[in-house]
């Protein structure tokens, strides 16, 4: 068999597989005359290498990316988490790159920010 016909038909065997597999471990080597050989079968001296490899029409469809005012509901809601569980919230308050300890009446204002914040980011749906 003629070198280009073994190459056809490698590739003709490897492509269904590599088709529907979502990742494909390949191995690359060379042979007696420097060229480089790609196969799914292991061979002394080869390169291991994982392949992502996707059928198009199998994919799952991407996510549309997300809004100004959905990243805002989400950080709005991990704020009023933070400040409902409890822990010790810190801020540098004068810029010298030290946090200190926030007072209960800054926790309360923290507290109401972010809950406005929550009403006006994450307003539910009309039905």
Same mark, same amino acid.
């Given at each position: 068999?003629?070198?280009?016909?073994? $190459?056809?038909?490698?590739?003709?065997?490897?492509?269904?597989? $590599?088709?529907?597999?979502?990742?494909?471990?390949?191995?690359?080597?060379?042979?007696?005359?420097?060229?480089?050989?790609?196969?799914?079968?292991?061979?002394?001296? =080869?390169?291991?290498?994982?392949?992502?490899?996707?059928?198009?029409?199998? =994919?799952?469809?991407?996510?549309?990316?997300?809004?100004?005012?959905?990243?805002?509901?989400?950080?709005?809601? =991990?704020?009023?988490?933070?400040?409902?569980?409890?822990?010790?919230?810190?801020?540098?308050?004068?810029?010298?790159?030290?946090?200190?300890?926030?007072?209960?009446?800054?926790?309360?204002?923290?507290?109401?920010?972010?809950?406005?914040?929550?009403? =006006?980011?994450?307003?539910?749906?009309?039905?």
């Amino acid at each position: 068999m003629s070198r280009p016909s073994l $190459l056809i038909a490698l590739s003709l065997v490897l492509a269904p597989g $590599l088709l529907f597999a979502q990742e494909t471990t390949v191995y690359k080597s060379k042979n007696a005359d420097g060229t480089s050989v790609y196969t799914q079968i292991e061979t002394r001296g =080869a390169e291991r290498s994982q392949v992502e490899s996707r059928d198009p029409a199998l =994919a799952p469809a991407e996510a549309k990316p997300k809004s100004e005012t959905e990243v805002a509901c989400e950080r709005a809601q =991990a704020n009023l988490t933070l400040i409902g569980s409890g822990k010790t919230l810190q801020r540098d308050k004068n810029g010298d790159g030290t946090p200190e300890d926030l007072t209960p009446e800054e926790v309360a204002s923290e507290r109401d920010l972010a809950t406005r914040q929550v009403t =006006a980011y994450c307003a539910k749906p009309e039905a």
